[in-house]
């Protein structure tokens, strides 16, 4: 819909400008939004009061010649007009309606193509391999799955990867703590470490190795044995349990072998070279303020160690020298600070630090009747997120992980995600996709012939409901680039909730099976293509879209 109205909008400005109506040398954005109240049209644009400034005309005129000027031989536009100070308002005409579910249903609609092939790359998920995942995590993890998706569906290549952080004083930690379970194993009282990680599964994992090795390791105490098993063992869980939830990587990156590698030692020559790097109290520091940051930022430490930032900058610049357009970066809220000093690095070594995006993520609150809960005892001090996997399942967990906006906090409330009602989100999505299965079904016993159902005469689509449908339909292109534009998956969950709601509430009011064969027929085209748009939408959120439901909803959806 917005393609459609920028193509004619463009032209009409162009032939302005080229007749001298209107100066286009400093034309502002063409932004084309829905009105806030749905009388005043489909599409509005404030692109004349935009423009007043420069064009020394006041926004009212401006709006005249570009309505003057838009050339609509086809006739899709029923109502174009002015409001207020110099707001255009497009109103579109059922042919435009009818000719977009047409090409729906032919499969000719084009696919949304702003990524044009470029390359993109979206890291997230990425945690220490010091434990399971927690329902913190996996919120993390279905936003960076979804906006990847996102983004293959809108033309981009796009690559998935995790970041391993397997170096540091973390996989230390897990080292000496698997170390002390094992010895515990063989009923020696051991001093557990006070910052080590006490979670049953590290038990496990010592009880694996006191399986396999007997006591071999009681009298040398290989600290370093125990952190390289640990970590092997828990990034396997990590990876089956991403698996299990949906998400696959195509690239685990190692913190370790990059700095192995020299990477990091690489990227901080590179930064002396350009004078970025200096000394002061015995460390090294980099002039983050130089590009917008609030203070420098210490990259090597005065015992020569380098920090957790040098391997950041590390990792980062490998990231563009593997020849991505785009970084996308999903991370925990308590990142927040540390966005400005990575932009700032990237400035530094001569990167464009606009094509770093970073989506910031707040917590979950795991409720059962209004009541905060706590689940399972393998996880320490968390909630893992197979403990809700377990209790939900899949698509449950996927769709209401998303149904906030990302720097918002979720409230999970556990009862509401199984229950089989119009309550239940991602129930009453689906329900709306078996739905038009079960009316398929109803209208082959009915004789209706169910073939060549592109060709039924969708004019007589006349009620408002259903033009209300196929308009919801064709703006899920216009709701695509926008999530793909802001980075907010949740939009498409807010729009799939829509479109379901009118599509429940309309069966509920409209009869699909008639005597009339012809509308019957043009109700099955229309409500075949909700279908296919529930589907695809399902299919970019990774949430299965069944063709019939295990059980009836407990209230009838509305």
């Given amino acids: 819909m917005r393609k ?100 729906l249903a032919s499969g000719e609609q084009v696919a949304l193509d702003i990524g044009h092939g470029e390359r993109v790359q979206v890291e997230f998920a990425s945690v220490n391999p010091t434990g399971p995942l927690h329902v913190g995590h996996g919120r993390v993890a279905v936003i960076g799955d979804v906006l990847a998706r996102l983004h293959q569906a809108a033309g981009f290549a796009v690559e998935r990867e995790y970041y391993v952080n397997d170096a540091g004083n973390q996989m230390e930690n897990l080292g000496r703590s698997i170390l002390a379970r094992y010895r515990e194993a063989f009923g020696e009282i051991v001093e557990f470490p006070a910052d080590g990680y006490p979670g049953d599964y590290v038990k496990d994992i010592a009880a694996e190795i006191k399986r396999q090795h007997s006591d071999k390791f009681l009298r040398d105490g290989d600290v370093g044995f125990f952190r390289e098993y640990g970590g092997r063992a828990l990034l396997d869980t990590i990876r089956a349990q991403l698996r ?46 130089q590009f917008g940051d609030d203070k420098d930022r210490t990259v090597v430490k005065s015992d020569g160690e380098l920090t957790y930032f040098a391997s950041d900058i590390a990792y980062h610049r490998n990231k563009y020298e593997r020849g991505f357009h785009k970084l996308i970066n999903v991370w925990g809220a308590d990142h927040h600070g540390y966005v400005p000093r990575l932009k700032a690095a990237m400035q530094g070594l001569g990167f464009d630090p606009e094509t770093l995006r970073v989506v910031l993520v707040q917590m979950v609150q795991l409720t059962r009747g209004g009541e905060p809960v706590r689940m399972g005892k393998r996880s320490g001090e968390f909630v893992a997120l197979e403990d809700v996997l377990a209790e939900v399942g899949r698509d449950a967990a996927r769709f209401f992980f998303l149904m906030r906006k990302s720097d918002s906090h979720l409230d999970f409330d556990l009862d509401l995600a199984k229950r089989q009602s119009s309550d239940n989100p991602v129930f009453y999505v689906q329900y709306a996709h078996a739905r038009v299965s079960s009316i398929f079904e109803q209208a082959a016993k009915s004789g209706i012939a169910l073939d060549g159902l592109e060709g039924a005469p969708v004019e007589r689509l006349e009620l408002a409901e259903e033009l209300e449908l196929i308009r919801s339909m064709i703006q899920f292109n216009d709701v695509l680039e926008e999530s793909v534009r802001e980075l907010e998956p949740h939009r498409l969950v807010f729009y799939l909730l829509d479109l379901a709601g009118q599509f429940h509430r309309y069966y509920n009011r409209t009869r699909v099976i008639l005597e009339d064969v012809d509308l019957s027929r043009a109700r099955l085209l229309l409500i075949e293509n909700v279908q296919k748009t529930v589907r695809r939408s399902l299919g970019i959120l990774g949430v299965d879209a069944p063709m019939k439901m295990a059980a009836r909803p407990e209230a009838e959806l509305v």
């Avoid at 109240?37 to 009061?49: C, K, P, Y």
């Fill in 244 to 289: 299990d939830f949906g998400i696959e990587f195509d690239v685990f990156f190692s913190e370790k072998a990059m700095r192995e590698r020299g990477e990091v030692i690489q990227a901080m020559d590179a930064l002396r070279a350009r004078g970025l790097l200096y000394a002061a109290d015995g460390a090294e520091w980099y002039r983050s303020t």
């Fill in 4 to 103: 459609h109205l920028r193509e004619l909008l463009t032209r009409a400005i162009e032939k302005a400008a080229k007749g001298g109506e209107l100066n286009s040398s400093e034309l502002p954005p063409l932004l084309l939004e829905p009105p806030k109240q749905r009388e005043f049209g489909d599409l509005s644009t404030n692109v004349a009061m935009l423009w007043a400034k420069s064009a020394k005309k006041p926004p009212r005129a401006i709006a005249e010649t570009i309505l003057k000027n838009i050339d609509d031989p086809d006739g899709v536009l029923a109502r174009r007009e002015i409001a207020g100070p110099g707001f255009l308002n497009f109103t579109f005409a059922p042919k435009f309606y009818f000719a977009q579910l047409r090409a």
